[in-house]
């Protein structure tokens, strides 16, 4: 059993920073692609940041340049650092693994920018 459990989210100002981390337990973490995804009210999930076993990393244009995504298999921990966070960074951001025909995802965390 697979289980992802997201940390870091909370309050912060516009042009502010957070970082999430997503802990994952199991033997999946090393072998599986890890992402970042976010859903504001109203709209449909998107993808926020994926990253592979081998590091090559796949950040959305509306956050490229401004988040960073990393894991480190030693910690089976994902992180998604958030820098000059805007308005419309604001959701619920949640954590994703996937192999072959498994994807599995977190509870999720709520980030809110503040203006």
């Known amino acids: 059993q697979v289980q992802l459990v997201e940390s870091g989210g909370g309050l912060v100002q516009a042009g502010g920073s957070l970082r999430l981390s997503c802990a994952a337990s199991g033997s999946i973490f090393s072998i599986a692609t890890m992402g970042w995804y976010r859903q504001a009210p109203g709209k449909q999930r998107e993808l926020v940041a994926t990253?592979?076993?081998?590091?090559?990393?796949n950040i959305a244009d509306s956050v490229k340049g401004r988040f960073t995504i990393s894991r480190d298999n030693a910690k089976n921990t994902v992180y998604l650092q958030m820098n000059s966070l805007k308005p419309e960074d604001t959701a619920i951001y949640y954590c994703?693994?996937?192999?072959?025909?498994?994807?599995?995802w977190g509870q999720g965390t709520q980030v809110t920018v503040s203006s």
């Open positions: 990253i592979s076993t081998s590091g090559s990393a």
């Open positions: 994703n693994a996937v192999y072959l025909l498994w994807n599995y």
